[in-house]
Structure formats: structure tokens, C-alpha cells
């Protein structure tokens, strides 16, 4: 019941949050993304980070919250209940909050660079039109790390999952 506390008040948070509040998670993304080859992006005070190049901006709701609470979630539901004792559950409720924010700031810098290139590609793949590509490969990016790291937490702690 903690973890799910926890999770709610995250996403109350982040529903009224804006851009200076969501720094803590929208700047390493960027900052990967640029790595990734997104190129640069430069910090618009109170609003997002933008790719004058490309013409493409990183705004509050690009921030990868809602990503994050599920992963935490996941691995909490998942996971917690093969702890025994208070304490070794609050440990792997903390723990997971940090692989959760991990895996945001990783999933959410390979998806911003993807998203990046295919905008400034124009491209189409069948019936997905240009303009929506980028968000069809944001979600496959995304799914294929929750898979990834609930597989990895489940060989970790070496149990089978609820």
C-alpha cells in the first residue's frame, strides 16, 4: 500500500507540474538524447528544451512521469511481496524507486533521440503517417524496457512474479 501511495502522489505532482519542476527528470533525458545523436538542444526557461535544428521540443509532458510509475508499480506489485519483514519490503520499494527512475531517464533519452531523427525524417512506415511515428516508436521503446527490466528483477530476486 506504500508503494502505491507513493505512486499517486507522483502522478498528482506530475499533473500540475510544469517545466522548472520537472527538471529532475527531463534534463538527463535530453542531455542522453543528445548523446544519442538528437543533436543539441538549448533549455527555453519555464517552457522545454528545444532543437531549433530539427525543430523539436521537449516539454513537460515529454518528461517520461507516467513511465516511471509504472515501472516503480510494477516491480512493487510484482515483486515486494517475497520480501519478508517491513523493513526488507521498504528497502525493495526504494530500490525499485531508483531502477524505475533509471530506466525512465534511459528509456526516455533512446526515445527522444529516436523521435528526433524520424521528425526530422519525414518518413512513413505503412499505416502510421509521419507525425505519428515518433510516438509509435516512443511506445515500443518503452514497452521493450519494462519487459526488460521486470525480466531482469525477476531473475534477480529469482522468483516467479505474481
Not at 530500490?95 to 533521440?113: E, K, P
Request: net charge positive; hydrophobic share 60%.
Amino acid at each position: 500500500m506504500f508503494a502505491l501511495g507513493l505512486a499517486l502522489a507522483l502522478k498528482a505532482f506530475y499533473s500540475r507540474a510544469g517545466f522548472d519542476e520537472l527538471r529532475w527528470v527531463l534534463d538527463p533525458a535530453v542531455r542522453l538524447a543528445e548523446w544519442l545523436g538528437a543533436g543539441p538542444f538549448e533549455r527555453e526557461a519555464h517552457h522545454g528544451w528545444l532543437n531549433r535544428a530539427r525543430r523539436f521540443e521537449v516539454v513537460p509532458a515529454c518528461a517520461g512521469v507516467n513511465f516511471l510509475v509504472v515501472v516503480f508499480l510494477s516491480l512493487c506489485l510484482g515483486f515486494a511481496h517475497l520480501r519478508a519483514g517491513v523493513a526488507a519490503r521498504l528497502a525493495f520499494v526504494g530500490a525499485s524507486a531508483l531502477v524505475a527512475y533509471t530506466a525512465t531517464i534511459l528509456a526516455n533519452g533512446a526515445r527522444l533521440a529516436i523521435a528526433v531523427r524520424l521528425h526530422a525524417s519525414g518518413v512513413s512506415v505503412g499505416p502510421l503517417p509521419a507525425d505519428q511515428l515518433p510516438a509509435a516508436a516512443g511506445i515500443a521503446v518503452f514497452f521493450l524496457v519494462l519487459v526488460l527490466v521486470y525480466t531482469t528483477a525477476s531473475r534477480i530476486v529469482g522468483a516467479t512474479p505474481r
